[in-house]
């Protein structure tokens, strides 16, 4: 299976922008659906994640407040919807599933498909 996703683009501090993330096969599951972003010369680190059944939704304190997930089960389509966007936050964002539960939410090994990258550059 792969991770489709798209959204990204070049917006100013304060914008909002919306990421989306969709699997390419329609009838695919798994346990959470992350997203994670990596900026120039930083390693990557996680942003928020949601349980695929949308109980549960897991933030980092730096977006908390400022970035929702959210999954549409008709589309079997994850969405961040990024509010309040500030250079800090330029990166390339990354979905990824984590089709069994591995433990900590926010480690990237735990995560088993992830998708081509979307580019999120925000200018002050």
């Known amino acids: 299976v792969q991770l489709q996703a798209s959204g990204g683009g070049l917006v100013q501090a304060g914008d909002s922008l919306s990421l989306s993330c969709a699997p390419s096969?329609?009838?695919?599951?798994?346990?959470?659906m992350g997203w994670f972003r990596q900026a120039p010369g930083k390693e990557r680190e996680f942003v928020t994640a949601?349980?695929?059944?949308?109980?549960?939704?897991y933030y980092v304190d730096f977006v908390r407040g400022r970035f929702t997930i959210s999954k549409n089960n008709a589309e079997n389509t994850v969405y961040l919807q990024m509010n309040s966007l500030k250079p800090e936050d330029t990166a390339v964002y990354y979905c990824?599933?984590?089709?069994?539960?591995?433990?900590?939410?926010?480690?990237?090994?735990?995560?088993?498909?992830w998708g081509q990258g979307t580019l999120v550059t925000v200018s002050s």
């Open positions: 990824a599933a984590e089709r069994y539960y591995s433990g900590d939410v926010s480690d990237p090994r735990g995560y088993d498909y």
């Open positions: 096969e329609r009838t695919f599951t798994t346990y959470r």
């Open positions: 949601i349980r695929w059944n949308g109980e549960r939704a």
